[in-house]
């Protein structure tokens, strides 16, 4: 016969697992499906940077004095896109989930390598996977997690009305669990602000650019430099033409899993939390994921097979799959482009990066400091605007006419400009909807990379046709 005690456990027991079934959000951490995987899925990141669930669903609603105004409502105008034709209520794109003792939210790869273009303004947005995340504001996320966590009203009883709002059958128990876990999680966040903290000391990252290493240096307790290490986020297309290069965009590493690897570590992912399963088929995949072709209709194939020629000679060296060069690094004082990323990634970090991983069987162990940046494959190339490794330049045109780079434009705007090649970047939609971007920031020139600037005009032409096949 049971005691007392043991009823009254038993009984607790089972309160314990309705508690846990009914604060559970119908929601999963792996999926079937690749690409749903990719932009849903966890790589496990969510013990250092996720959020709890319902913490994570109401801040939007209650601190939306706090969110930069761009267009959308909620997380995205901070760039996380929803997704069309998902039920209501769904996670926008880059954002993971796990369930730990409570559900977290956490961030994956398709945060910063999903993006979007629309054709014209009135277009539907084409959502394309392995494209850079040009809307996406990272350091706009992290500020605001840091406001709301300043505010007075994140507290228990402000955050807690609002999550019942929207989750009136919460349990007891979870309510209980998240008087302890609103606390933790105003700490959690002030404690990475106070880590990023060389954050806004810098020049703003804007939209669709972050700063890969200086975290790093914060991660492994490297002394803190002025460097500006912002760049543009970069496509994961074509992985397998890409194994044994030298790549990022200083050619720090060549090896194609250990740049996988780094990313979700830099993404918040621990080498104890790392999702190695997760992470494998996401690595799998991106092998062979292709771009999105750049419109047949669009493309004058007379011009583009003028162009051809010219690029064979002048720039298929460095760039072509097969080029004696692809996969190598150019040196700064031959190429020109901004300094900042390349003397971000010092000496003593690099060594330092070969330390991640100690114990396992991936122990890291190919990175090495370059002298430049590295020569890299094209692929997909229209999608990639804004172009070099800062994303300095708006568009192909502008690459190769030096006098239009601007000095000052938009980015984060996504309809394309199939003239220019690269999206719209000035004029009142795109200053409304972007953000600013100006080249005079440390970090943020425009110079350097002359090739092919001084041919004729007509050659120059036909190199930019020639490259919207890619
Ligand atoms: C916070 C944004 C962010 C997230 C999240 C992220 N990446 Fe990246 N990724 C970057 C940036 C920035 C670079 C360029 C780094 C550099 O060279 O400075 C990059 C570069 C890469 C590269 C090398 C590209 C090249 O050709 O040089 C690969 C591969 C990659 N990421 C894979 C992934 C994978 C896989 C994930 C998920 C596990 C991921 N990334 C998550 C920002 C991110
Ligand atoms: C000597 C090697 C070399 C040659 C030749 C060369 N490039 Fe490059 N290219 C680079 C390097 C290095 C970068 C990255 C520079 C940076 O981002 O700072 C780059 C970047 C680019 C980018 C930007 C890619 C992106 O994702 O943002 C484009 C576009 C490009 N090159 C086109 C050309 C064209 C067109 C030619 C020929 C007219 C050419 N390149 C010739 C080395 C070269």
Redesign the pocket.
């Known amino acids: 016969m049971m005691t007392r005690t043991s009823l009254i456990l038993a009984a607790f027991a089972l309160l314990l697992v309705a508690g846990a079934g009914a604060q559970q959000p119908e929601d999963q951490s792996s999926f079937t499906d690749i690409d749903e995987h990719f932009k849903y899925g966890s790589?496990g990141?969510e013990e250092r940077v996720g959020l709890p669930y319902w913490i994570w669903r109401v801040l939007p609603t209650l601190f939306e004095d706090k969110l930069p105004k761009r267009p959308g409502s909620g997380y995205e105008r901070l760039g996380f896109m929803p997704e069309p034709g998902r039920p209501a209520q769904s996670r926008p794109i880059?954002t993971s989930f796990l369930q730990d003792r409570t559900a977290l939210v956490g961030?994956?790869?398709a945060?910063?390598?999903v993006g979007s273009y629309r054709e014209t303004p009135t277009s539907p947005r084409q959502i394309v996977s392995g494209m850079p995340?040009n809307q996406?504001d990272?350091q706009g996320y992290a500020n605001f997690l840091t406001a709301c966590a300043q505010d007075p009203r994140f507290d228990y009883d402000t955050i807690m009305a609002a999550i019942r709002k929207e989750n009136p059958d919460m349990s007891w128990l979870d309510r209980l669990t998240y008087r302890f876990v609103i606390g933790a999680t105003k700490k959690g966040i002030l404690e990475r602000a106070r880590d990023n903290s060389w954050f806004n000391t810098r020049p703003p990252q804007g939209v669709g650019?972050?700063d890969?290493?200086n975290p790093y240096k914060v991660l492994l307790k490297v002394p803190m430099d002025d460097q500006v290490?912002t760049?543009?986020?970069?496509?994961?297309w074509n992985?397998r033409m890409?194994q044994g290069?030298s790549?990022?965009?200083?050619g720090?590493n060549n090896s194609?899993e250990e740049?996988?690897?780094s990313?979700?570590i830099?993404?918040g992912?621990t080498p104890q939390s790392l999702n190695l399963l997760s992470?494998r088929r996401?690595?799998n995949w991106?092998l062979d994921l292709r771009p999105p072709r750049f419109p047949a209709a669009q493309i004058d194939s007379r011009l583009a097979a003028t162009g051809a020629g010219i690029y064979k000679q002048e720039c298929a060296s460095c760039h072509a799959p097969d080029g004696a060069y692809v996969g190598k690094v150019t040196p700064l004082a031959e190429i020109k482009t901004d300094p900042g990323?390349l003397e971000s990634?010092t000496a003593e970090l690099s060594t330092r990066m070969n330390t991640i991983g100690e114990g396992r069987s991936w122990r890291f162990s190919h990175f090495t400091k370059t002298n430049g940046y590295?020569n890299?494959p094209l692929d997909g190339l229209w999608l990639r605007a804004p172009y070099l490794?800062n994303g300095s330049v708006p568009d192909l045109r502008a690459l190769l006419f030096p006098d239009e780079r601007p000095a000052v434009f938009y980015r984060g705007y996504d309809v394309y400009d199939w003239a220019r090649v690269g999206f719209i970047s000035s004029g009142p939609a795109a200053e409304s909807e972007g953000v600013r971007f100006d080249t005079a920031l440390k970090g943020n020139a425009n110079a350097g990379h002359l090739y092919g600037t001084t041919l004729p005009v007509p050659d120059r032409l036909a190199l930019i046709e020639y490259m919207k096949t890619f």
């Not at 790549?247 to 200083?250: E, N, P, Q, R, T």
């Open positions: 790589v990141t880059g961030l994956n790869c945060t910063c390598h995340a996406m990272l650019r972050v890969t290493f290490g760049v543009d986020l970069p496509s994961l992985q890409r290069m790549l990022h965009w200083d720090n194609v740049r996988n690897k990313a979700a830099g993404a992912a992470l996401i690595e991106i990323r990634f590295a890299m490794h």
